[in-house]
Nanobody, 117 residues
Framework: QVQLVESGGGLVQAGGSLRLSCEAS????????MNWFRQAPGKEREFVAV????????FYADSVKGRFTISKDNAKNTVYLQMNSLKPEDTAVYYC??????????WGQGTQVTVSS
């Protein structure tokens, strides 16, 4: 199994920045991609960004492109989500997700991000 622990959420004013972290442990050698998702109150969970675990290719949802940056430090088994120019509509619980090669997906517990206007 892969365990994921997110951190870095909080309350920020519109236009501000936050950096989320997701530390992975366990069978990290089986991880293929790492994703960030988010879920706002009353809405479905939505994709935010993805990065290959062994490589540097990334992909973003249109709603965050140009404002958010996903990165990783394989030595620390950690993925980051740098969020700049935050908007009130970015308010959500942010979840880290690990995709494994032919195996299950794993989820973290989530971290709350609140952007005030």
């Amino acid at each position: 199994q892969v365990q994921l622990v997110e951190s870095g959420g909080g309350l920020v004013q519109a236009g501000g920045s936050l950096r989320l972290s997701c530390e992975a442990s366990g069978r990290t050698f089986s991880v293929h991609k790492m994703n960030w998702f988010r879920q706002a109150p009353g809405k479905e969970r939505e994709f935010v960004a993805v990065i290959r675990w062994n490589g540097d290719s990334t992909f973003y949802a249109d709603s965050v492109k140009g404002r958010f940056t996903i990165s990783k430090d394989n030595a620390k088994n950690t993925v980051y989500l740098q969020m700049n120019s935050l908007k009130p509509e970015d308010t959500a619980v942010y979840y880290c997700n690990a995709e494994t090669n032919g195996g299950p997906r794993y989820w973290g517990q989530g971290t709350q991000v609140t952007v005030s206007s």
